[in-house]
């Protein structure tokens, strides 16, 4: 069975970031729904350091590759149209 390709984007970028930084730790967590494809995430990774999530951390879902938003009661959300540009610029500086 192939894996799917947003499942494929989101580990090739888990990798580039961790070459990167050299740095690749997961952190057990509460679970989480994506609200995209609405599977419970059980774990996030860290590519600077061992750290958990909080308000406000963008996050990937390693099951569908959307990116999300952490709120403040730390449910997965979308992000907002506002949002998009802060975090485009975050993920190309983290891969440059």
Do not use: F, H
């Amino acid at each position: 069975m192939s894996e799917d390709p947003g499942v494929r984007a989101a580990r090739k970028l888990a990798e580039e970031l961790s070459g990167k930084t050299g740095v690749q730790k997961e952190t057990p967590m509460r679970p989480a729904v994506c609200p995209n494809c609405e599977r419970v995430l059980i774990g996030a990774m860290s590519v600077s350091e061992m750290a958990s999530p909080k308000p406000d951390d963008v996050t990937v879902c390693i099951m569908c590759g959307q990116i999300c938003v952490y709120t403040e009661e730390m449910v997965l959300r979308l992000p907002t149209q506002a949002e998009w540009p802060s975090i485009k610029r975050a993920i190309l500086k983290a891969i440059k």
